[in-house]
């Protein structure tokens, strides 16, 4: 008669028990980061739509400005000596670099402003989901503290 060679095996680690798996609090872990996954999508796509209609508001006031400039330094340019015609193209090229800055510092409170909601939603969901964890590793410890006595 032959002997099972899996005999040793079977009582060596059959002794062994796997930790029970609660399928529902497993869905929901994937459910919670999947909604702030969807938080966090929904957030950079409202703001990458309002940076484009803030860049798109900036080129048109450009080309206004531009079209205005053109034709305040082209009036009466027959009649004004090198020095105020130097001094008319100082002034807008002054006032273009200013509100350069100003736009520029709009996109970026903008950028900032959307990365802080992001993160503020991401530490959220983070701090929510360690809480559970924990939450998760006293509940099991408990019940195998309880299985044992």
């Excluded at 798109?56 to 053109?70: C, G, P, W």
């Excluded at 350069?100 to 970026?108: A, L, P, S």
């Excluded at 409170?109 to 802080?116: I, L, R, S």
């Excluded at 964890?133 to 299985?147: C, E, P, Y």
Aim: neutral net charge; aromatic residues 8%.
């Amino acid at each position: 008669m032959a002997s099972n060679p899996f005999s040793e095996w079977t009582k060596t680690f059959g002794e062994l028990k796997a930790p029970t798996v609660d399928v529902n609090q497993f869905i929901d872990f994937y459910k919670s980061g999947a909604e702030c996954f969807t938080s966090l999508s929904q957030i950079m796509h409202d703001s990458a739509q309002a940076i484009a209609r803030r860049q798109a508001e900036i080129l048109r006031s450009d080309a206004e400005q531009t079209m205005k400039a053109l034709k305040d330094l082209t009036n009466n340019a027959t009649h004004e000596n090198a020095t105020q015609k130097s001094q008319k193209y100082a002034d807008v090229a002054q006032k273009f670099v200013a509100g350069k800055v100003t736009d520029i510092q709009d996109i970026f409170k903008m950028v900032t402003e959307a990365n802080k909601e992001a993160a503020e939603v991401f530490g959220k969901h983070i701090a929510e989901q360690t809480k559970q964890f924990s939450s998760n590793v006293s509940s099991a410890a408990h019940a195998t503290k309880k299985k044992a006595a």
